[in-house]
């Protein structure tokens, strides 16, 4: 899970203590969408960060604008553990184990990777960047004959969403590793 937010755009123009605000609203954010999901009360990460409101939307008139500043962060965690996966034909696998673990750590996440309506086309473009970083691991795992050959990225998005949706809130531990075990015998050749 992000400890820390990284800012995205290096902005010199901000004077420091305005980039020291920006940076504490990001990890603020960052943990506070973690917890309670990219519906989170804005009023929240303004005072985990330490700042007014006013401050908050002075660097973020929107939570849109807020959610496209986090976004690349979560998703570069995603991306990450993809190339992390290794190039045998389980990586797709293991991707897919690991991915579903960033979730239970971050509703935020579950929330980003859901069908629910972001900033286009920033957010939409980063999405579909990140199922680049795991397709050549499920190709490599369908020519193996490890994953049924029909699975598409949008499947895997859809089982992400699937498994997020249904451990949010519950018993999670036990929970997520039933939906998980369930979807990953989904993805077998022969089902």
């Known amino acids: 899970m992000l400890t820390a937010m990284t800012p995205v755009a290096n902005e010199p123009h901000l004077r420091a203590d305005a980039r020291r605000n920006r940076d504490a609203l990001l990890l603020a954010a960052g943990e506070v969408f973690a917890e309670e999901g990219l519906d989170a009360p804005l ?36 991306a990450e553990l993809a190339r992390g996966a290794g190039d045998g034909p389980d990586a797709f696998v293991g991707f897919f184990r690991g991915a579903v673990a960033l979730q239970g750590e971050n509703l935020g996440l579950i929330d980003l990777l859901a069908a629910r309506p972001l900033p286009e086309p920033t957010v939409g473009r980063r999405r579909r960047a990140f199922f680049s970083t795991f397709t050549p691991l499920l190709r490599r795992a369908q020519a193996a004959g490890r994953v049924r050959g029909d699975l598409e990225p949008e499947d895997v998005k859809l089982l992400l969403q699937m498994i997020g949706a249904a451990t949010c809130g519950v018993d999670q531990a036990g929970s997520r590793s039933r939906a998980l075990e369930l979807a990953l015998a989904a993805t077998r050749p022969g089902r």
């Not at 985990?48 to 008139?61: D, K, M």
């Open 43 to 78: 009023c929240e990460i303004a005072r985990r960060a330490g700042v007014g409101q006013g401050t908050l939307y002075r660097r973020f008139a929107t939570r849109e604008a807020l959610i496209e500043a986090i976004a690349d962060n979560y998703l570069a965690e995603l």
